[in-house]
């Protein structure tokens, strides 16, 4: 087969969007940093005996918008040394005067070792708690005037939280607050909410969940599994898929004999579908994401050559499938990050090569979103920013290193 121009090209019955914008809302939410420079203010020297004079600290220029690049905030550029920002790193801008620190604070791991609090009035000031980092998909988030990351809160330097202890079908588990946040971190989210797997899996007692993105922590059973445990293999976890409109899609793969199985769950009453079968193929799990309509779309890629051929199939909440032959082609390359945009019928991908190209995949076809760096990482929705995309952002050399926010 010949290879196609991977950027524009239709490749099936999907209509592909022509527009010389083509993400507008995305385009246009990159907001540069300041280039001003505040000099320091001269308080004269104080003089302190034969030893010499009090040098007054630098003041660094104030971080005003995205991106914001490590050596605004007097971090190194590049991944070594210390302290850099990693690329798996969480972070938020937040209000912690209310806590003893800064007033405009980007909390932020430093490296993949410890916490920072970095003060974006004035960078050279900055807080670092050892050994505290955390680590994206979730964000940090104020609740109750606690800092706090998914289940997580920053009490006294140290992160704490709660069991939680929660009866399925009769059988009461009790799960550690460090399981519980890997779950909320394996999961998906909707405008409001985050919704994700909770329970050990045998015997039918898993439950799905859903933690709001603000207010108090708080766990709401959304529906109990509908999965046969014979599904799951040795592996008794399945996923949370999408969110659609009100609808809660579900997955479980098997091995040897390769199966796939789907299910739904009406969010508003907990009432769920029957367990759909899904035969003689294996969808690319991150890859789903819900439509306006309640269904779900996920991507199926082929292998052809040097090249990879991806359909696009919905599933409908009756189990029905339809399929969109070749919504995408990408030459010897394939897609690795995925981020699904809720309420949207939009999921961003970027390919696995370096440099990096962020595609806005729908039912409607491919495009490709412009003005992102050449290395792009850890792409996502943020619970503590549902309106925006973030990532870690870097030329290929990875040098250039900073942190983005794109307004959608």
């Known amino acids: 087969m010949t290879k196609p121009d991977q950027n524009r090209v239709n490749l099936g019955p999907a209509r592909i969007k022509v527009e010389d914008s083509i993400y507008d809302a995305v385009d246009q939410g990159i907001v540069g940093t300041t280039t001003t420079v505040v000099a320091p203010v001269d308080t004269g020297f104080v003089p302190i005996g034969p030893i010499g004079d009090l040098i007054t600290p630098p003041v660094l220029a104030p971080v005003t918008g995205y991106p914001i690049y490590a050596t605004d905030i007097n971090f190194l550029d590049g991944t070594g040394g210390y302290p850099f920002l990693n690329p798996a790193t969480s972070w938020s801008i937040l209000d912690l005067s209310g806590l003893g620190s800064f007033v405009n604070t980007l909390v932020v791991g430093a490296s993949q070792v410890d916490l920072a609090f970095v ?4 960078p050279s000031q900055r807080t670092t708690y050892a050994g505290k980092y955390k680590g994206g998909p979730l964000d ?42 890997e779950y909320m971190a394996a999961g998906k989210s909707d405008a409001t909410h985050r919704y994700f797997y909770f329970g050990t899996g045998w015997n039918g007692n898993v439950a799905y969940v859903r933690v709001a993105h603000t207010g108090s ?14 599904f799951l293999d040795a592996n008794p976890k399945t996923t949370v898929r999408a969110v659609a409109n009100g609808v809660l899609w579900l997955g479980a793969q098997t091995s040897g004999p390769f199966a796939e199985y789907a299910a739904a769950i009406d969010i508003a009453t907990g009432a ?15 890859s789903w994401f819900g439509l306006t309509t309640g269904e779900a779309a996920y991507l199926f890629p082929t292998a052809v050559g040097s090249d990879y051929v991806y359909d696009l199939r919905i599933i409908g909440v009756d189990g029905s499938i339809t399929n969109q032959s070749n919504i995408i082609t990408l030459t010897s ?18 390919n696995s090569l370096s440099p990096k190209t962020l595609y806005q995949i729908s039912p409607a076809g491919y495009q490709i979103v412009g ?32 942190l983005y926010e794109f307004a959608l």
């Open 119 to 122: 003060n974006l009035d004035n």
């Open 140 to 181: 940090f988030v104020i609740r109750d005037g606690i800092l706090t990351h998914g289940w997580l809160s920053f009490v006294g330097s140290t992160w704490v939280g709660s069991d939680v202890t929660i009866t399925i079908n009769g059988t009461t588990q009790t799960i550690l607050a460090a399981t519980v946040n």
């Open 333 to 350: 390359d394939s897609l690795s990050q995925y981020v699904d945009i809720p309420g949207t019928d939009t999921m961003l991908a970027t």
């Open 272 to 286: 769920a579908t029957a367990v759909y079968t899904i035969t003689s193929f294996r969808s690319v799990t991150e």
């Open 371 to 402: 003005g992102t760096p050449g290395d792009i990482q850890l792409p996502r929705i943020s619970d503590a920013s549902p309106g925006a995309l973030r990532f870690w952002g870097s030329t290929v050399s990875t040098t250039g290193v900073a």
């Open 217 to 230: 922590l708080a766990i709401e059973v959304v529906g109990i599994l509908p999965f046969n445990p014979f």
